[in-house]
């Protein structure tokens, strides 16, 4: 089965840029989506198709895929920005959904 | 805007079997994707399965046999009973609407299942 492995856990201080990796074999060929959970929320869409945002995501956030990694960028870090973030594809081949590790995002 | 919201028993013991609904509002069943997620407590995100509005479903392999997940387009509701549970059953159960066949974009709140003797 297809894994997305990301870094358990970036720290970033505030006003700097966190960059949250996420790992697949040739997963630049997949449409990789991305999902902030706070704790004790449902998970908020803020990435879809590598880079697209939904509405209200701040610009701040943007995405990118190639190779064998996808990222998540998030600049101008916040307070706010502190949550767990977490990769998906959709494995066409088998059709099933594949979430990453996850990782814990920390603002200094 | 749409809202899911998640119902059903809190506590299960095993060998029970687990029925939750998802009730959509502000938008229709029609014509999307509706999935189950969990979460078990401080661990990640697993993918359990999907049902179309017109009732095709598919399961994560490793559920499938337990498994089954119904949609009711006049309750605008979707439904999702596994059978024979056990601790490892114990998680956050969420209900999603798929984004073009890929990408969870509205989640409700989610609902803690909890199942101990």
């Known amino acids: 089965s297809y894994v997305l492995t990301q870094p358990p856990s970036v720290s970033v201080a505030p006003g700097r840029t966190a960059r949250i990796t996420c790992g697949g074999n040739?997963?630049?060929?997949?449409?990789v989506h991305w999902y902030l959970q706070k704790p004790g929320q449902a998970p908020v869409l803020v990435i879809y198709?590598?880079?697209d945002r939904p509405s209200g995501i701040p610009e701040r956030l943007s995405g990118s895929n190639s190779g064998n990694t996808a990222t998540l960028t998030i600049s101008n870090v916040e307070a706010g920005d502190e949550a767990d973030y977490y990769c998906q594809v959709w494995d066409s081949s088998v059709d099933f959904y594949v979430f990453g590790t996850g990782t814990k995002v920390t603002v200094l | 805007q749409v809202q899911l919201q998640e119902s059903g028993p809190g506590q299960l013991k095993p060998s029970e079997t687990l029925s939750l609904t998802c009730t959509v509002s502000?938008?229709?069943?029609?014509?999307?994707?509706w999935s189950w997620i969990r979460q078990p407590p401080g661990k990640g995100l697993e993918w359990i399965g999907y049902i179309y509005h017109d009732g095709g479903t598919t399961y994560n392999p490793s559920l499938k046999s337990r498994l089954t997940i119904s949609v009711d387009m006049s309750k605008n509701q979707f439904s999702l009973k596994l059978t024979s549970v056990t601790a490892a059953d114990t998680a956050v159960y969420y209900c999603a609407r798929l984004r073009s066949n890929e990408a969870f974009e509205i989640w409700g709140q989610g609902t803690l299942v909890a199942v101990s003797p």
């Open positions: 198709a590598d880079s």
């Open positions: 502000g938008g229709s069943i029609y014509p999307y994707y």
């Open positions: 040739n997963i630049g060929s997949k449409s």
